[in-house]
């Protein structure tokens, strides 16, 4: 079946933007996350979304970083009024369950993102 | 707070030898902890990961990971490594079941030389 996937698979933004991240998880599961791979910082949470509750942020950056998830299944990645240091790669992941063992993330591809 | 330590930034490898790539996780309660894989361009794919039960977990691509609560490691292992090994690798250690947030290692770069 289809794995996650994330659009655009690139993106060259000037400073001061703004940039919109999109994830497809798979179909079916729960949970979906965001994290963020830099030079340097290594793989790093974002936020985590599962069902109707209310979206684990503690790993969002700043106050310019948000995101959603409509209807349970796409969820999109707001960065507003870009900064250099947000050039990353943004991966998003999904799982199926969330409160029993054996779950598994599955990554997407990732958006690469370069705010010049 | 939970964290994880991969020591070693860079590994060089010759084919067919063995390998063995470190991890190091602290975590107040059961950790739950995973070995993805992420090769040049790619996204990550998890190789193994370990819940419960037996210390010595098997995954794909023929590797393996002993957890050692002792030691507070979970360390990598492959007999003998192949040119596709090429890559880039993981450690996580996730709270709750492991189904939420993962906390990541910096990475350990794997090359193969023939």
């Known amino acids: 079946g289809a794995g996650v996937s994330q659009s655009p698979s690139n993106k060259v933004t000037e400073k001061g933007k703004d940039v919109e991240l999109r994830c497809d998880p798979i179909?079916?599961?729960?949970?979906l996350y965001w994290y963020r791979q830099s030079l340097g910082q290594g793989l790093e949470f974002l936020i985590y979304f599962q069902g109707n509750s209310a979206p684990d942020k503690s790993g969002l950056p700043s106050d310019r970083f948000s995101a959603e998830r409509t209807g349970g299944s796409v969820s999109t990645l707001t960065i507003q009024r870009t900064q250099q240091e947000d050039s990353a790669v943004y991966l998003c992941a999904s799982s199926f369950r969330s409160v029993a063992p054996g779950g598994e993330q599955y990554f997407g591809p990732g958006t690469r993102l370069t705010v010049t | 707070a939970q964290s994880v330590t991969q020591p070693d930034i860079h590994i060089t490898v010759s084919e067919g030898a063995s390998l063995e790539l470190r991890c190091n996780y602290s975590y107040g309660a059961t950790p739950y902890l995973f070995w993805y894989v992420q090769s040049p361009g790619q996204g990550l794919q998890l190789l193994l990961k370990?819940?419960?039960?037996?210390?010595l977990v098997q995954g794909i691509k023929g590797f393996e990971a002993e957890f050692k609560r002792s030691q507070s490691s979970f360390n990598l292992r492959k007999p003998s490594v192949h040119w596709s090994d090429a890559a880039e690798y993981f450690c996580a250690v996730g709270a709750n079941f492991g189904n939420e947030k993962l906390t990541f290692g910096t990475g350990t770069r794997l090359t193969i030389i023939p």
């Open positions: 179909s079916g599961h729960t949970a």
């Open positions: 370990y819940f419960s039960g037996d210390t």
